[in-house]
């Protein structure tokens, strides 16, 4: 294993992280564009927006350990 990854041989800790909420997601995403000359040149305006809404159903009790 150590082999496909550089300095693995040479670590001596290791962190795992995990996402275990569980939530759910709505919401909506608006992209606009408009493109126009601009003297010589094309101007392309971007707005983006977004409205979301996350409910956390569950939290797990959180375990620290070092």
């Known amino acids: 294993m ?3 990854v550089p ?4 670590m001596q800790t290791f ?3 995990t996402n ?5 997601t709505d ?3 608006v992209v606009a564009t408009y493109s ?3 003297m010589v040149e094309l101007l392309t305006l971007l707005l983006f927006i977004t409205k979301l ?4 159903i569950d939290q797990p009790s959180l375990v620290l350990q070092e």
């Open 2 to 4: 150590a082999a496909k």
């Open 7 to 10: 300095g693995a041989s040479d």
């Open 15 to 17: 962190r795992f992280f």
């Open 20 to 24: 275990d909420f569980d939530t759910t």
């Open 27 to 29: 919401g909506i995403d």
């Open 36 to 38: 126009t000359e601009l």
């Open 53 to 56: 809404i996350l409910k956390l």
